[in-house]
């Protein structure tokens, strides 16, 4: 969609009037229908039809609480009545907030997200043209909201992306397609380099694959030749199988999405590209997939990673930590950023802690959670804080290796996952662990089965902005 802004609006032309409930004053300007069968409840709306046949949408905002989801009642309006729209539509912004526009523009740029990319007969996305009324000077924020739109349908295509095309190699092309397009860099360690470099953990998760593990390194920098202000790392198992360890096959192909972390990475970088934010910011993808084969790592085997420390594994299904540990001490030690953040669709145990409603999260840094979680709620991408307790720390003791990779017990899974994580963070005093299993997939009104969120695009973005 292209974004336009106007001052004054065209009464003969198609337009959208978000309506707080119960305030419905200004609708009197548009139209002299009355008895509306509408009240301005959240994500509701009512089509009338002006003098010259023009559509008016009322569209209903909800009530203060409803604020956050602005973003979805646009979406969701689009989605619903973008093929009756001719060319063009207005959105009538004059009595919304800042927060409330950019939450539109992303809201009508998330309804082209199309989930059907792999039928053999596709549809045509029709290019319309959006324009917002507003006496205030808002060019950024419609901006802004595009670029976030169309970065996180980007992320959501490759995370709904099937594991055939979407190989470890594929995110690495993408990420060099992207970064030759948005001007930041992009190495992409193959095999050979990450054999060669000390990868172990990465190289073992993915050795019973025919598509072979890739690092990808990502670097941002507006600020030359001064200190890395955040690093990010993300899981990127293109295919979850389990590995000898594995899984039941219910469900089994929805592990597609367990590079759910690398996609958040990848469109983080992007995004903040594109916004040209003034931060210094590297992004890291430990990619493989977790395949069975005479080659598959083994439950019992004992491997090396990129630290040094040796790894008893115990369960091959818990790989997601191996290629996050590599993913870690590389990052630390390549480039010794400020902050480090790292995404991982990780545990089964946190979607049994916290649902499909918010992320866990994990630091020891009291004041990165503290903006974490305001951020979180700003843009409903909810995260929780859940501990790091020294209590955790002798369910990593392994008899013959340095650590092991899973408790072997059926409690405190998320824990468990993030106490192994921060054993390779060589105790760094601004590192947080989000595990967003249950946040980044699942139920959508769009689309019949689990699909895609793209949750964590907006919430590490704003994070990143909030360095400034
Ligand atoms: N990718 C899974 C975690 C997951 C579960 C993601 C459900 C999304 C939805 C991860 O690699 C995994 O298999 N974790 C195991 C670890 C266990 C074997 C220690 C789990 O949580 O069961
Ligand atoms: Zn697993
Ligand atoms: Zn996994």
């Not at 992303?106 to 059907?116: A, H, V």
């Not at 594994?313 to 996050?324: Q, S």
Request: with cysteine; charged share 25%; proline share 3%.
């Amino acid at each position: 969609m292209r974004y336009k802004h106007i001052q004054n609006l065209d009464k003969t032309k198609d337009i959208i009037i978000p309506c707080k409930k119960g305030n419905l004053k200004h609708v009197a300007e548009f139209t002299t229908f009355k008895n509306f069968d509408f009240e301005g409840e959240f994500s509701t709306y009512q089509l009338v039809y002006g003098a010259t046949g023009n559509r008016i949408y009322l569209l209903g905002l909800g009530q203060e609480k409803d604020a956050i989801k602005t973003e979805e009642a646009f979406r969701k309006l689009a989605f619903d009545t973008k093929k009756n729209w001719v060319k063009s539509i207005q959105v009538y912004a004059e009595l919304l907030s800042d927060d409330a526009i950019k939450q539109a523009a992303i809201g009508l740029e998330l309804s082209n997200y199309e989930i059907g990319q792999f039928k053999s007969e596709q549809k045509e996305q029709a290019d319309f043209e959006v324009s917002f009324i507003s006496k205030k000077d808002i060019e950024n924020l419609l901006n802004e909201g595009k670029y976030t739109g169309e970065t996180t349908n980007e992320i959501k295509a490759l995370v709904d992306a099937p594991a055939n095309y979407k190989t470890p190699e594929y995110l690495g092309e993408w990420a060099n397609k992207s970064a030759k397009k948005h001007h930041y860099k992009c190495t992409v360690l193959h095999q050979d380099e990450l054999k060669k470099q000390g990868f172990d953990a990465v190289i073992a998760v993915g050795k019973g694959s025919v598509n072979p593990p890739v690092v990808i390194v990502t670097e941002y920098i507006a600020k030359p030749n001064t200190k890395i202000d955040i690093g990010l790392v993300g899981k990127g198992i293109t295919f979850d199988s389990g590995g000898l360890s594995i899984k039941p096959s219910t469900n089994l192909h929805y592990m597609k999405s367990d590079m759910g972390g690398a996609a958040v990475v990848l469109g983080v970088v992007e995004l903040v590209a594109k916004l040209k934010l003034n931060v210094n910011l590297v992004g890291i993808v430990a990619s493989a997939e977790n395949a069975v084969d005479k080659n598959s790592y083994r439950p019992g085997d004992v491997i090396n990673s990129y630290s040094g420390k040796t790894i008893e594994i115990i369960d091959t299904d818990a790989e997601g930590r191996l290629v996050l540990a590599d993913g870690l001490s590389y990052l630390i030690k390549e480039f010794q950023p400020e902050k480090i953040i790292d995404l991982a669709t990780l545990t089964g145990s946190v979607v049994r802690t916290l649902g499909f409603t918010a992320a866990g999260l994990f630091t020891n840094n009291i004041d990165m959670a503290k903006t974490m979680s305001d951020l979180g709620f700003k843009t409903n991408e909810r995260v929780w804080q859940l501990p790091l307790f020294e209590d955790y720390e002798s369910d990593l003791h392994s008899d013959i290796a340095d650590l092991r990779n899973f408790s072997g017990k059926p409690i405190a899974g998320a824990i468990n996952a993030a106490k192994f994580l921060e054993a390779f963070t060589e105790s760094h005093e601004s590192w947080m662990h989000l595990d967003i299993a249950g946040v980044s997939f699942g139920d959508s009104p769009y689309s019949k089965m689990k699909s895609a969120s793209g949750f964590g695009v907006q919430l590490i973005t704003n994070y990143i902005k909030s360095l400034n």
